[in-house]
Nanobody, 122 residues
Framework: QMQMVESGGGSVQVGGSLRLSCTSS????????LGWFRQAPGKEREFVAM????????FYADSVKGRFTISRDNPTNIMYLQMSSLRVEDTAVYYC???????????????WGQGTQVTVAS
């Protein structure tokens, strides 16, 4: 089973930027969909963005559209989440996972990593 590892989190000021990385233990299948999710303290884990490994089509949650960009590097099997114009409400643990269908449904995803903490201070 493919396993993901997230990195790149940290603390930034409001308006700042961070780039998260998600490394997979194996090369994603061509039909794989990789997703970013986040979980803030006391809240449910929520969808952030997803990307088709083959073709690269993307979809974003409304809350991050225009501020976050998801991308991939095929040779290294790494997916990125470039986050800009960060807000206090973006503070959360960010996770990546893989699915076999193009969906925002968390239950369709597997291979969850330990997550990486993003803290945005005002």
């Amino acid at each position: 089973q493919m396993q993901m590892v997230e990195s790149g989190g940290g603390s930034v000021q409001v308006g700042g930027s961070l780039r998260l990385s998600c490394t997979s233990s194996a090369r994603p299948f061509s039909r794989s969909v990789l997703g970013w999710f986040r979980q803030a303290p006391g809240k449910e884990r929520e969808f952030v963005a997803m990307l088709r490994w083959h073709g690269g089509s993307q979809f974003y949650a409304d809350s991050v559209k225009g501020r976050f960009t998801i991308s991939r590097d095929n040779p290294t099997n790494i997916m990125y989440l470039q986050m800009s114009s960060l807000r206090v409400e973006d503070t959360a643990v960010y996770y990546c996972a893989v699915a076999s269908e193009y969906t925002t449904n968390l239950s369709a995803y597997s291979g969850w990593g330990q997550g990486t903490q993003v803290t945005v201070a005002s």
